[in-house]
């Protein structure tokens, strides 16, 4: 298997809802593929809405209803990036988890949840600005679960 990631799919309760709210974001919808489920293409990986049921379905696997475990991350350009990121989730619908702020290793990140978060099932999106050297100990840190460094 080569190191890669080709989709990350969603299981959502409510597309349509979560495709406005992706779309105010500033994503593009795939318009090819619309039936049924909603792609966004986001540099080499595609990010895939799937209505809940069949996602599970298609899965031949019943989601539970607890927290993700999982959640994604956008290294923003700047600090200032990080503020406008999370008041444009805030006006598409998103909720705000945890303001900016100031990280302990020297970054400006804050989380922000979808439209799916709001019915119980969190979806927390990780903004954060990363300093050169913070970002060399995520790469170095083999214990490091998804983070995104570059500069």
Known sequence: MEPRISIVTIAVDDLERAT?????????????????????????????????????????????????????????????????????????????????????????YGYFADTEGMSGKWRTIRLFRSRKTAASRCRADPSSRWHIASN
């Open 20 to 108: 406005r709210f992706y779309e105010g974001m500033g994503l593009t919808r795939h318009a090819g593929i619309t039936d049924g489920v909603t792609f966004f293409q986001m540099g080499g990986v595609i990010l895939g809405l799937f209505p809940r049921a069949s996602a599970e379905a298609d899965s031949g696997v019943t989601f539970g209803t607890a927290p993700s475990a999982i959640y994604l991350a956008y290294n923003t350009r700047s600090d200032t990036e990080v503020d406008h990121v999370l008041a444009m989730a805030e006006k598409a619908g998103g909720r705000i988890v945890k303001p900016a702020g100031r990280a302990f290793w020297g970054g400006w």
